[in-house]
């Protein structure tokens, strides 16, 4: 599997930040990544605010984020990172499922995303890939997401939530931009659009029902 | 209302009540006691007066001891009804045959002379009622009378109704001695009669107040939803004797619908849905939050039309009642007599259902917060229970699986490399394993996504088979699968399960729905393979469903090692 693409034209190792709060993981990953030769892990947290603040001044080629920190989560980190340095690709790690997993990615601008298996994909193969520029998202799935978050299944009412400006916001998420980006092109502060973006990431948590429970409760009776 | 020495409970009444009642009639008989006969008659009446303690039964006494003290041939006891027309609203009589009562029809009301007493409560003696000015004349089939004598009958101050005797028997007019006596006859009826009404009263709150006992004991169980309402129109109806009681509910005055009924077999559901709530009493109870009597239901215009309901009685006198809770009037209690019985409606005051209906309406609601919240706790349960499985025990099972994976490349020996790719193989199932469980777990049953849909075809015919089929999702299934292809997809999978649990004799089935570039369905058994008389217009269906969606359908079938469908459509 590893000589299925080549390194990145330079020809130099590529580097890799990885972000988990499980020390476990991270070294399965990091004897994983560096056994290959050509990889290496040139720094490694297990705090989403340790990491923010590293990764831009490591500037690695990629940045492998667990969704769920003690202390934030993995996309915000994205975010922050790539707004302050598109040129770092970032893969988001998660142990949910593919539709979550995938949602977590476009929220966070990341290149992809790697499912906690081992043999389901491939993760050397991604992170040469992301390293090289390439998405791992395909634009149309991407498309079929917003979809469905704006006109989604009934069944989730969280999205039901989201002001008009959170469903613009989300639409430039989806268009891959940094907050950054978005800032710039809605004449908004910086930290403005961080906060939407957090607050909107709050409003469509999806790893807790919990409130699609509250809701369907209140409504079982009627 | 009362005084504490009229109390109505049976030794009050006989230790104090009838005291008051034998100093009373003393006083009065006084200006007749040279008729020894009658005042003993008198005395003997107020005693088994007493002990009749009915309010019917007592007033029908009244008036049959009133014709044998005055030597009337006729007697009655009209009672003057509440409201400003202060009409009668029952008349007991004594004196004429059946045949006569019936000629006659209706009872009256208290105009002409019975008006009289009525408006002017005194004593009135005449010789002929006839000439008198205030005489209206007598209905055709009454019997002639002439002679009249009439009492008011008093509780307190306050007058109760009249009593009237006609025709003095053996002709002539009434004396002032049948005057006097019956007018001590009428102090003494006024006094049991307070007795007995006050006695009924008490019986009937004490009703209503077991029954609001029994509605917060009931709803404290584990009744919900309808049943707990019915069980309150149920007891309302009841204790009130109305002859129907409903509930008109909902979340707001606009939403309301009426959600059971009690007394008649009504179809509620298709009830609720044909009647229109624009337009109702309930709608006006819970805006101004006060309960309302109606005389006449059926004819209120303000009342929602019950005509289009078959199986809804011709309604009279109706109360209706708010069912108020701390966060306001969810609704409404009705209570509804046919016009025949309304002598039921008059006896229930609207004060007790009402405070019935705040208790139940209290109940409630605390039995359904009871019930939200021991939902709510599941879900939070199954939630941090998911979360639990996601933080640990994925994370420990990855990174076991990444350090044999790394394990693996330390050795050249092939047979350990191959024994290693197995257990991670294991593990990333075992992954995959834990993550179906926790989408079951955090899934709401009714939840409506592909995913959920596909499991629970799988757990069903995980009934029929006797063994569970395995299943596994690949990629983001719920996000590509759109909903032009969903139903088709589930219609393939329940042929291919049907198949496998019918003809194969599988030991193992195993399913798994793949969704990237295509959609994939896969659906294998190690079953016996495709019988040569298998349902081949079930396997024709399965492939037009995916040529109509531009896929294909691709059934392998080994005698003995089992069947295949591979079912694949493209994602968009």
């Known amino acids: 599997m590893s000589d299925q693409l080549a390194v990145p034209p330079t020809g130099e190792p590529i580097r890799v930040f990885l972000l988990d709060d499980h020390e476990i993981v991270r070294r399965g990953i990091r004897e994983l990544l560096e056994g290959e030769g050509d990889i290496v892990v040139v720094g490694e947290s297990g705090l989403a605010e340790e990491a923010t603040r590293r990764i831009p001044a490591l500037r690695p080629h990629v940045a492998i984020l667990d969704g769920r920190l003690p202390d934030g989560s993995g996309i915000d980190v994205c975010r922050e990172v790539r707004s302050q340095d598109p040129s770092i690709a970032a893969l988001i790690l998660t142990s949910y499922d593919d539709d979550e997993a995938l949602f977590s990615a476009i929220m966070a601008g990341a290149a992809g995303y790697i499912l906690k298996q081992v043999h389901g994909n491939d993760l050397i193969n991604t992170v040469r890939r992301v390293a090289a520029g390439q998405s791992m998202l395909d634009p149309a799935v991407t498309t079929q997401v917003l979809e469905r978050l704006r006109s989604g299944p009934k069944v989730d009412p969280s999205l039901q939530q989201l002001t008009a400006q959170e469903l613009r916001i989300l639409e430039l998420i989806g268009e891959g931009m940094t907050n950054r980006q978005i800032a710039g092109t809605l004449f908004l502060a910086e930290k403005t659009v961080k906060n939407y973006v957090s607050s909107m990431l709050a409003k469509l948590n999806l790893e807790s029902r919990t409130q699609a429970a509250i809701f369907a409760t209140k409504h079982l009776n009627d | ?572």
């Open chain 2, 1 to 572: 209302m009362q005084e504490p020495d009229v109390r109505p409970t049976v030794t009050g009444l006989s230790d104090t009540g009838f005291d008051d009642l034998l100093r009373e009639v003393l006083n009065r008989v006084h200006g007749v006691l040279d008729d020894q006969a009658r005042w003993r008659l008198l005395l003997d009446a107020v005693v088994t007066m007493a002990a009749d303690l009915s309010l019917d039964g007592l007033l029908a006494r009244i008036v049959e001891i009133a014709t044998r003290l005055a030597g009337a041939e006729y007697a009655a006891l009209g009672v003057l009804g509440v409201g400003p027309e202060r009409r009668l609203r029952t008349f007991v009589h004594h004196g004429m045959t059946p045949v006569q009562v019936h000629e006659i029809g209706d009872l009256p009301t208290g105009h002409g002379l019975l008006g009289l007493i009525i408006d002017r409560p005194q004593p009135l003696r005449l010789h002929d009622i006839a000439q008198h000015a205030e005489s209206y004349g007598f209905p055709a089939g009454h019997p002639p009378m002439s002679s009249f004598l009439g009492v008011p009958v008093r509780i307190r101050d306050q007058v109760f109704g009249n009593l009237y005797l006609t025709e003095k028997i053996g002709g002539g007019d009434f004396t002032e001695q049948d005057q006097d006596i019956v007018v001590a006859l009428a102090a003494a009826a006024g006094v049991a009669i307070e007795n007995a009404r006050l006695l009924e009263e008490a019986a009937r709150r004490e009703k209503w107040l077991s029954a609001t006992a029994e509605i917060t004991g009931l709803l404290s169980g584990s009744t919900s939803g309808s049943d707990a309402l019915q069980a309150v129109a149920d007891r309302a109806r009841e204790i009130s004797g109305a002859d129907l009681a409903w509930v008109v509910a909902g979340d707001d005055a606009d939403h309301l619908a009426l959600r059971v009924v009690s007394g008649a077999d009504i179809d509620v559901p298709h009830a609720a849905a044909t009647i229109s709530m624009d337009r109702s009493l309930a709608r006006d109870v819970i805006r101004t939050g006060a309960a309302l009597t109606v005389e006449q239901l059926s004819q209120d215009p303000r009342a929602f039309s019950t005509a289009e309901i078959p199986g809804w009685p011709e309604l009279g006198p109706a109360i209706i009642v708010p069912l108020r809770n701390s966060s306001g009037i969810e609704g409404v209690l009705a209570l509804a007599w046919t016009p025949q019985h309304i002598a039921g409606y008059i006896a229930v005051d609207a004060v007790l259902p009402s405070s019935f209906a705040e208790q139940a309406a209290l109940a409630l609601q605390v039995a359904q917060a009871r019930e939200n919240q021991q939902r709510l706790a599941l879900f939070e349960d199954r939630d941090r229970i998911g979360r639990d499985l996601h933080d640990l025990v994925i994370q420990r099972l990855f990174a076991i699986g990444l350090s044999l994976q790394s394990t693996a490349r330390l050795t050249d020996e092939p047979a350990v490399v191959d024994r290693l790719n197995t257990a991670v193989d294991d593990i990333d199932a075992t992954i995959k394993d834990v993550r179906r469980s926790i989408f079951a777990l955090g899934s709401p049953g009714d939840a409506a996504d592909i995913q959920a849909e596909v499991t629970r075809m799988v757990d069903r015919a995980a009934g029929t088979m006797k063994f569970r089929p395995s299943l596994r999702f690949e990629g983001p299934v719920r996000t590509l699968i759109s909903s032009t292809v969903a139903p088709d997809l589930l219609a393939v999978l329940g042929e291919a399960l049907s198949n496998a649990s019918r003809h194969a004799h599988a030991s193992a089935v195993r399913v798994e729905l793949t969704a990237g570039a295509d959609i994939v369905l896969v659906v294998a058994d190690d079953g016996a393979g495709l019988p040569a008389t298998v349902n081949e217009s079930g396997l024709r269906y399965m492939r037009q469903r995916a040529e109509r969606l531009g896929g294909r359908c691709l059934v392998t079938s080994t005698p003995s090692a089992g069947t295949r469908v591979e079912w694949t459509v493209p994602a968009s």
